[in-house]
């Protein structure tokens, strides 16, 4: 579904990426680890083109991305974000929130848009959050408003940018329980998180990043269990 | 105090902040439009809109509005540029569109820089999150940005409107019947320095204060989301 290729990503002189091969298939669940710096989330932000490759392929469904003739926007709409900020629309309800993309991009009336807007927010189980506006709610709840966003378009893919970084504690239990709930229906899922325990249980594959490169990557299980590589042993052992 | 004038010349008043609610609606209006393509031609990515632009804000902010009024209204003419009278605007019509393009081209200038910095105060976020979602960047911009840049940026550009309103009197050099032209005329008819301007001033200062008090209702109503 995803294939990248000798990914590379420079800000100037700085190389954020240093060659990134890997190759998603549908269905994955592919948790993304590694300190910070490790360039997990531009990795994460060149599948979608937030950020520009500087070399490299990003093949998606058959069609390499990061080309001049793409269609951009046309891509996006097949590749759902989460980020680690939540991004909700300030000035809109949930429910306007949920439904500007699928309306404005002609995927659905704006009756059928709210339906669907309805099902999902009865899904993550705040159907009586419609016609709050997001500073209304705490952040687990824009966080799984922000999912219910980027699902409204009924993507093929999800990527998720550190989704419970800014949550209070007591608040990660609720947005991961609905990650898993995806991961469930077989969403193909891309993940870049400090959770390990999702990590380990909701994860089809895992992969460690550092300094730019993927270290190490496999069942999430044997990694965690038997890393091979010093780096991945280090890092593990600090946050584990 | 002697204002006995006023039952002979009230309506001098009455036609004068008339005319200075028409230049300063027609100033706001045109200045909006003309500032919010200065705003995204200076945030644009392409080098010849953003210097154009920069160009443009640098020029009429560095130099002084009575110059502009001045080169608009009798330079242009004289390099065969010349204004329309529409009728609805009464006897002075050519002058009256002069000074509303000078005000325009003036007031266009700030309120460019006031929702530029509008723009840029949204977080950047947003326009991530819209652009990831599908949305181009015109439409995020018209759905996304540029809603909440308008509701940062209201108290500027009340502001902004408040000073179109007092800075309109300048364009009486060149003869529009407004207020300040008006209040002008009682004065020398009559011979009474003083009155007549303080009425002026009076009508002035009540235009400005409603305004000021109907951007205070507008504000509280947008911070609803907040």
Redesign the interface.
């Known amino acids: 579904m995803i294939e990248v290729k000798k990914l590379i990503k420079d800000f100037g002189k700085l190389k954020v990426l240093k060659g990134i091969d890997v190759h998603i298939k549908k269905g994955e669940v592919v948790v993304v680890i590694g300190p910070s710096g490790s360039g997990k989330s531009t990795f994460l932000r060149c599948l979608?083109l937030?950020e520009e490759p500087t070399g490299g392929e990003v093949i998606f469904e058959g069609k390499k991305i990061n080309d001049k003739k793409t269609d951009v926007?046309?891509?996006?709409?097949n590749?759902?974000?989460v980020?680690q900020?939540f991004?909700?629309?300030?000035?809109?309800t949930v429910l306007e929130n949920i439904t500007?993309?699928p309306v404005?991009?002609k995927k659905a009336s704006k009756e059928e848009a709210q339906k669907i807007a309805v099902d999902l927010l009865n899904q993550v189980g705040l159907e009586d959050k419609a016609g709050a506006?997001?500073?209304q709610l705490s952040g687990g709840q824009k966080q799984r408003i922000?999912i219910v966003?980027?699902l409204a378009?009924s993507p093929d893919v999800m990527l998720f940018d550190e989704p419970t970084s800014s949550l209070d504690p007591e608040m990660v239990g609720e947005v991961l329980e609905v990650m898993r709930e995806l991961a469930r229906d077989e969403m193909t899922m891309i993940v870049v998180t400090h959770e390990m325990g999702f990590a380990r249980e909701v994860g089809t594959r895992l992969m460690f990043m550092d300094d730019g490169k993927i270290v190490e990557e496999g069942i999430p299980k044997e990694v965690f269990d038997n890393p091979r590589h010093r780096r991945t042993r280090d890092f593990l052992r600090k946050v584990l | 105090m002697n204002f006995s004038f006023l039952p002979k010349y009230y309506n001098f008043f009455i036609i004068g902040a008339k005319n200075t609610v028409l230049l300063a609606i027609f100033t706001v209006i045109l200045g909006v439009v003309l500032g919010v393509f200065l705003a995204l031609m200076k945030i644009s990515r392409n080098k010849i809109l953003n210097f154009v632009s920069t160009a443009y804000i640098e020029v009429i902010r560095g130099t002084p509005l009575l110059v502009q009024i001045f080169i608009i209204y009798y330079g242009l003419p004289a390099i065969g540029i010349n204004f329309p009278a529409p009728a609805f605007l009464g006897e002075y019509g050519e002058e009256f569109v002069a000074g509303i393009v000078a005000l325009s081209i003036n007031s266009g200038a700030y309120v460019a820089e006031i929702i530029r910095s509008g723009i840029q105060s949204v977080d950047k976020g947003q326009m991530e999150a819209s652009r990831s979602l599908g949305l181009s960047y015109n439409s995020t911009m018209r759905h996304i940005i540029i809603p909440q840049a308008l509701k940062n940026i209201l108290p500027a550009l009340g502001n902004e409107f408040i000073v179109v309103i007092k800075e309109s009197s300048i364009v009486s050099v060149i003869g529009i019947h407004e207020l300040m032209y008006n209040a002008n005329t009682v004065r020398g008819n009559t011979f009474i320095p003083l009155e007549p301007l303080l009425i002026a001033a009076a009508i002035y200062f009540v235009l400005t204060f409603t305004l000021s008090k109907f951007l205070g209702i507008a504000e509280r109503r947008m911070r609803v989301s907040d």
């Not at chain 1, 991004?87 to 809109?92: A, G, I, R, T």
């Open positions: 979608n937030l926007d046309l891509l996006r709409q590749i759902g974000m980020f900020q991004n909700l629309f300030p000035h809109m500007l993309a404005k991009l506006y997001p500073n922000a966003r980027a378009m």
